[in-house]
């Protein structure tokens, strides 16, 4: 099991350790849009080699979160979510259903597990969470093979793909993390539990639909200073990425604008359905189309 490999770093096996020191040493690869799928905080998106649209699961700025990928080796199903801790047990049983619902006419292959990002923070809150998704795969009636096990190490925010067709994982940068990138966030802002974002067998990216009351306090936030914002609203203040207030701000602005998502996002309570276009990008499609 994984629990027997841990807790102490040395006992993993020395192919684990390799892996996650080559995954260190690789130079950030930078995404472009074209095949991409985005991973926001509290989502997660599952496909397989099959799928005509999305090549790329990716992810970053995983401060105190962890980044998990776990993938069959027969069906090549591929999951990929930002984990922060707020259900762990429960995310781990989902993402287990969502790869196994494609892996289940598969006879031969294994699920392998990989798990990046945290730090030495002061609270030890990435150390709780490595522990926590540890157990909660271990728990798992299905083994589970820890392969890449690169967590709560530097000060970095672990910026990490998946490129579904050909299993490698490697550190990347994401210029586009759309789309509906404000809507997204501040779904996770207004307490949102882990969210399927992504239909394999449709090829649709599938947003909402998203319900929440007015922000508390939003005006408050929004008139405070970049480090009132960084020391309140961070649970990792020192490691946080240089876009990090501003993303809070643009966020905030949005759950300002959108108290009542049910009259102006959502008033005919159907979700925002995106589809890959020629050029390999997002587009917008009408649910009745669908």
């Known amino acids: 099991s994984i629990l027997q490999k841990l807790p102490v770093l040395i006992k993993l096996p020395r192919s684990v350790l390799e892996k996650a020191k080559l995954l260190r040493s690789q130079p950030a690869q930078i995404v472009e849009p074209k095949g991409l799928l985005y991973v926001q905080q509290r989502e997660f998106a599952v496909t397989t080699p099959k799928d005509g649209s999305v090549s790329i699961l990716g992810s970053d700025d995983a401060t105190t979160c962890h980044i998990v990928v776990l993938r069959h080796t027969g069906s090549g199903a591929t999951c990929l979510t930002h984990c922060d801790g707020s259900d762990t047990e429960a995310e ?154 501003s993303h809070i701000r643009s966020t905030l602005t949005f759950l300002k604008e959108h108290p009542f998502p049910s009259r102006s996002l959502f008033p005919d309570r159907k979700p925002r359905i995106y589809k890959k276009n020629e050029e390999g990008l997002w587009e917008q499609v009408c649910s009745d189309k669908i």
């Not at 083994?143 to 530097?154: A, I, P, Q």
């Not at 970095?156 to 990347?172: R, S």
């Open 92 to 245: 781990v049983s989902l993402i287990m259903s969502s790869v196994k619902s494609f892996s289940n006419s598969t006879g031969c292959g294994r699920l392998e597990v990989h798990l990046v990002g945290g730090f030495n923070d002061d609270r030890q809150l990435s150390q709780k969470l490595t522990n926590q998704l540890l157990r909660a795969f271990d728990l798992q009636p299905e083994d589970v093979h820890l392969v890449t096990f690169c967590v709560t190490g530097k000060k970095e925010n672990d910026p990490l793909a998946v490129n579904v067709k050909t299993a490698e994982i490697f550190p990347a940068t994401f210029p586009e993390k759309g789309p509906d990138e404000d809507l997204r966030s501040a779904h996770v802002l207004t307490g949102a539990p882990l969210t399927n974002i992504y239909d394999a067998k449709t090829e649709q990216l599938r947003i909402g639909p998203y319900f929440w009351g007015p922000f508390p306090h939003v005006d408050f936030w929004l008139e405070q200073d970049d480090a009132q914002i960084l020391q309140n609203l961070s649970t990792s203040p020192l490691a946080e990425p240089p876009h990090f207030v």
